[in-house]
């Protein structure tokens, strides 16, 4: 008498992996997941605009810590300038941010994740 329902093979369907493997290696994924967004947390990334005369220092959970501005860039005759660099400088810190987020979650080859 022929088996009826069921995976092909018995539980190994899954390219031979039962059940528990997976789910095992699901949590795994998971922790190592939440470690590598907690440690990207705690970094700091740094961007300068207009040749270090602005400064700015992002957290990983994209907060910013720190604004520098040297004082010979404030003209007071020209804050669009100052505003542009500032925009410029940001941004910039958070593209980094973006980056490394990207990087760390690259290693994890989840479908529909990336």
Not at 8 to 21: A, K, Q, R, S
Not at 61 to 72: A, G, H, L, Q, W
């Amino acid at each position: 008498m022929g088996k009826r329902g069921g995976f092909p093979g018995g539980m190994g369907g899954f390219g031979g992996m039962n059940i528990n493997n997976l789910m095992k290696e699901a949590k795994k994924m998971q922790a190592d997941l939440e470690k590598s967004q907690a440690e990207l947390a705690t970094k700091e990334f740094e961007a300068t605009a207009g040749g270090g005369a602005i400064s700015v220092k992002v957290s990983g959970e994209k907060i910013i810590k720190e604004i520098e501005i040297k004082k010979d860039v404030v003209d007071p005759d020209d804050v669009e300038m100052l505003q542009d660099l500032i925009l410029t400088c940001v941004n910039e810190a958070l593209r980094k941010v973006d980056s490394a987020q990207a990087m760390e979650m690259g290693k994890y080859n989840i479908p529909g994740i990336m």
